[in-house]
């Protein structure tokens, strides 16, 4: 087919080839009708025209359309730009559906969306969700647009840059050094979270009009990784600010929390005038002495071994400048020995790979006054009484600190591995000195708890609540009981014998737990303090929960009430905010469980009326958490828990709206908590059981079974992508159970729709016969998981096949007039053969 | 419209499209146009200096769809969406900015030379040469499809030349004669 333009298209690029001046001629000298040479000369002069019309009016229209897709995000307004970042850019933002008008800074990525940007602003966003200081700039809230651009909403800080502000309000000395406290501050609690800041510099540092200092931008933050102590390596981009970053990090080596220090040197450096500050800034310089002097040199040092090891010790330096004792900074020859044997000492290995920036202080410094000990016996007690310092600042500290941090899942069972490793090592050179020994059974105590937290394999766990049972014996058979022996007896009995139920070796488990209980209510003749207190009240909840399907429902909500008693006991000893915090959560679980256990009375009115009292309570209390530790995970995920409970009550009471309206709000909970940490296996477990719940409730509800075959549908996927450490854990069976019941008797009331035809309702109650069976086949395989909050299922379960045979009966039996008839019709053709 | 799009389901796509399936092909398109989308309203003008164009817009839309793992004759076809995609998006959002500037009403409008090049220039403009190239289209297929390819596409010479299973000589000529016509059309 031929189109027009071929007319033209040769005499055309004939034309084109000519000089200018010659075309005239030849086109006048050309065959054509005056009409296409009009053409061809119009074509002509559009190809002389050395402007290109679309290039301008596409790039117009491409600016235009960003232009107005990005004035809003989720519930904010894009006021204006405010700054420019290493991958970012980010708006002031003012909130829009809100009562109040709240100024926000919103970080959007800067250019394409590359996968690398995409992975770093969801990087920042989990870092700044484990970050809770008030000199920190905080997340407040974060999201996605409908075309998959991610953002981050960011406290707004109405200030000036750290040396812009410093220049205005000509500080004094003690003034400046109180700003950087507060910055040593931000970058010690970032640091003990185990975050590497980067791009510490006075531009990321705003001073308000208060006086308050917030560092910004952690934007190209790294995790520490557990390994190795550095940050994990960065190929694609290195973004780094000159003067600022130190020697490994320009040259592209790793960076450790002891690049931050170098950082932190030069912005001080800056600060007090020691060195010339950036062109603009007008900052009055100080007269420096020598000490301080040494300690900015101390901290901006080339080389990371001569730095400060951790911001808390370069604070502790500049305490010291400001309190005229003498800086260590002076005994940088010194100190660099002492590291040097440091890093050739034995434990060294085991040490640098549990890699935290508070352990490799308290260890700098504890070996570093190791080596300043002459005699050689001095120094092995010494040894032992840091290393056991260790044990516990590891165990304990460490793993409170990062056990609530979103996305160190990985970092924890690492950091597990380590820790059982490393105490496995002590015991072995532990000799008799019963503080360490002791010392060491709470280390394995400790670790049980966290393998049960992180659904550590049973019979490893098993293994550990072992150790920390025989260290204590063994301590026992040579000294008198005191309190301290006694709540770690306690504490591993009740940890081993939840170990025991989880591996299924019930007999084993249920001698521990008589045994646990046995402590847990005996008297003793000195006053309980909180730690003891504390357990006899965990040992009496967690029998109440692992005992399950051996007790009757109200013994159990009977144990749990005990278990609260115990808690509140232990509240009034409890001598931080922590513990109170801690201790509530526990009353918090007690309520919870509670009230799913007397939902199983239902025969009692007045057990599903406390039932939504004990629901109500739970989250009450963990709403209360939550508002105060609005970072933790552990409290959002049991508030997520407290909702769903709710949410479970009013539907078994009947009321649906408000079963709906209280899964919505466990759902927007839930959501929240995705943000926080997408990758935390017992949300995802939770998750799946109220997805169940929900599902159960409507059904009860009599809703649409199709719809509802759906949603379990999703929740099978659910299932699937459970983390492989759970993948052989009982809790799938359950959960499979649970799908395979709610399946088939959804499928049951498919098939009694008599819209369906007569083969189609045979087949789904087949269907259902057959999930009956599978899902008897997975409580098979876990029969104590369904305990007594689960019998209406577990009901469901053994009663289903023969209401399905009789359902099926029922359909041979008693036939519909109309298809009656049909089948007479063809029995009597039958008959007539 | 925003699921997570994998080379999978491209090449999926792209097979049953192949085979006929034109509502595939519905999907493909709905896929890059979602995609196209998305990065507009990601790319801020923030590079100082320059300025994201469509043509940016539609190759970027291809690495994010197609990874590298498609073979070329996949790519060849996906190409002819890409570009389809980006054209869309672009004369969906400048037809509804004219239609909220004038209330309701979707009128051409005159090009004032002597105005500069305002957003509703620029709109308007392209609605012209989205129509221009429509009328091209009618008749003269590949030429019409060289345009897009370079120009709501971002592909090189030699991409549109394997695309359309020509020479890169075809290629030049007929985009320099298409180009000049547009031109004109757009004058007249």
């Given amino acids: 087919m031929s189109a027009p333009l071929d007319r033209y298209a040769g005499h055309f690029e004939r034309l084109c080839a000519l000089p200018a001046a010659e075309r005239a001629a030849a086109l006048a000298a050309l065959p054509l009708t005056a009409q296409e040479r009009a053409m061809l000369r119009e074509l002509l002069d559009a190809d002389a025209d050395a402007d290109d019309p679309l290039t301008q009016v596409l790039a117009d229209s491409a600016d235009g359309l960003m232009a107005e897709r990005v004035q809003r995000l989720g519930p904010y307004r894009l006021l204006r730009e405010i700054g420019v970042g290493g991958m970012g850019t980010v708006f002031l933002a003012e909130r829009v559906d809100g009562g109040f008008a709240q100024r926000v800074a919103i970080k959007l990525l800067r250019g394409f969306p590359t ?150 040197g030069r912005l001080l450096a800056e600060l007090v005038g020691a060195t010339a500050a950036p062109a603009g800034v007008a900052l009055p310089a100080l007269p420096l002495d020598t000490e301080l002097a040494g300690i900015i040199a101390k901290a901006s040092d080339p080389d990371p071994a001569h730095r400060y090891a951790s911001a808390g010790e370069l604070r502790d330096d500049l305490d010291r400048y400001r309190d005229g004792r003498p800086v260590r900074a002076a005994r940088v020859t010194r100190w660099y020995r002492l590291r040097k044997f440091v890093r050739r000492h034995r434990l060294a290995v085991a040490l640098t790979s549990l890699a935290s920036a508070a352990l490799l202080a308290s260890w700098g410094y504890a070996l570093y006054q190791a080596g300043e000990a002459r005699s050689q016996a001095r120094r092995a007690a010494r040894h032992a009484g840091d290393v056991r310092e260790l044990a516990n600042r590891f165990i304990s500290g460490i793993f409170a600190q990062i056990v609530d941090v979103p996305g160190t899942q990985a970092a924890q069972l690492t950091l597990l591995d380590t820790g059982i490793e490393y105490l496995n090592r002590l015991q072995s050179e532990a000799g008799d000195d019963t503080d360490l020994l002791l010392d060491l059974a709470d280390g394995y105590n400790t670790l049980s708890r966290i393998q049960r937290r992180l659904y550590t394999d049973p019979a490893r766990r098993v293994g550990t609540a072992q150790q920390a049972l025989q260290l204590v014996e063994q301590v026992e058979a040579r000294l008198p009981p005191t309190a301290r022996t006694y709540t770690l007896r306690l504490s591993a009995l009740t940890e081993l014998a939840c170990a025991e139920a989880a591996a299924g070796e019930f007999a084993a488990a249920r001698t521990h737990f008589d045994a646990a209980l046995g402590l847990a209510r005996a008297p003793r003749s000195q006053p309980d303090d909180f730690a003891l207190a504390r357990q006899r009240a965990e040992a009496e909840f967690q029998f109440a929960d692992e005992a399950g399907i051996e007790l009757a429902p109200l013994q159990r909500v009977a144990l749990y009430a005990q278990a609260a008693a115990g808690y509140t006991t232990a509240r009034v000893l409890a001598g931080t905010d922590t513990a109170r915090d801690d201790v509530d959560d526990s009353i918090a679980a007690t309520r919870m469980k509670s009230a799913r256990l007397l939902l199983g009375e239902r025969a009692d009115p007045q057990h599903l009326a406390k039932a939504m009292a004990h629901a109500e309570e739970a989250l009450r209390l963990q709403q209360a958490l939550y508002q105060r530790h609005p970072r933790s995970l552990r409290h959002l995920a049991n508030l997520v828990l407290a909702a769903g ?189 | 419209m925003n699921e997570p799009s994998t080379d999978h389901d491209i090449t999926r796509l792209l097979d049953a499209w192949r085979s006929g399936d034109a509502q595939a092909r519905e999907a493909l398109v709905q896929r890059v146009y979602a995609n196209v989308r998305a990065i507009a309203a990601q790319s801020l003008r923030q590079m100082p200096g320059a300025t994201l164009s469509a043509t940016d817009l539609a190759h970027e839309a291809l690495l994010r769809l ?123």
């Fill in chain 1, 115 to 264: 996968r690398e940007g995409l992975r770093r602003l969801r990087q920042e966003r989990q870092i700044l969700a484990g970050l809770d200081h008030p000199n920190i700039a905080r997340l407040l809230d974060g999201g996605e647009t409908a075309d998959g651009q991610p953002w981050l909403a960011l406290e707004h800080i109405d200030g000036l840059p750290l040396l812009a502000w410093a220049a205005q309000h000509a500080p004094r000395l003690a003034q400046r050094l109180a700003l950087f406290d507060a910055v040593l501050d931000a970058v010690a609690h970032a640091h003990q979270r185990l975050v590497i800041h980067r791009d510490i510099k006075p531009a990321n540092v705003l001073v308000n009009a208060a006086g308050e200092v917030k560092l910004l931008d952690f934007g190209i933050a790294r995790l520490l990784d557990l390994d190795t102590g550095q940050a994990s390596r960065d190929t694609s981009t290195r973004v780094f600010t000159l003067g600022y970053a130190s020697p490994e990090q320009r040259e592209g080596r790793a960076v450790t929390t002891i690049s931050d220090i170098y950082s932190l």
């Fill in chain 1, 645 to 833: 409970g709710v949410a479970k009550v009013a539907g078994r009471l009947g009321d649906y709206g408000r079963a709906r309206e209280a899964y919505a709000i466990t759902r927007d909970y839930d959501a929240r908590l995705q943000r926080l940490d997408p990758d935390l296996p017992v949300a995802a477990v939770n998750r799946i059981a109220l997805g169940f719940e929900q599902v159960d409730m409507e059904r009860r509800a009599g809703g649409e079974p199709t719809a509802l075959l759906g949603q379990l549908a999703a929740i099978e996927g659910q299932i699937a992508q459970v983390p492989a450490e759970l993948a052989d854990q009982r809790v799938l069976h359950a959960m499979r159970a649970w799908l395979h019941t709610l399946r088939a008797e959804l499928n049951l009331r498919r098939s009694e729709d008599p819209a369906l035809a007569a083969s189609e309702r045979r087949a789904l109650k087949q269907e259902a016969l057959h999930d009956y069976e599978r899902g008897a086949a997975q409580i098979a395989l876990a029969p104590e998981l369904v305990g007594a909050e689960e019998q209406a299922t577990l009901e469901l379960l053994r009663s289903g096949p023969a209401r399905v045979r009789a359902s099926l009966a029922a359909m041979q039996r008693g036939p519909t007039p109309a298809r009656g008839a049909a089948r007479h019709v063809g029995a009597s053709a039958r008959s007539t053969r």
């Fill in chain 2, 66 to 188: 197609l990874g590298s793992e498609l073979d070329w004759a996949d790519r060849r076809h996906f190409f002819h969406v890409a570009a389809q995609a980006t054209r869309q998006v672009l004369v969906d959002a400048a037809r509804k900015r004219l239609t909220e500037k004038r209330g309701g009403d979707v009128e051409r409008v005159q090009l004032d030379q002597a105005a500069g090049v305002s957003t509703s220039d620029s709109d308007a403009q392209l609605l012209q040469v989205d129509e221009a190239l429509r009328d091209l289209a009618a008749t003269d297929v590949r030429r019409a499809r060289v345009i897009e390819l370079v120009y709501f596409g971002g592909l090189s010479r030699l991409e549109v030349a394997a695309a359309l299973d020509v020479s890169e000589g075809t290629v030049d000529r007929d985009l320099r004669l298409a180009r000049a016509w547009l031109r004109t059309a757009l004058e007249a």
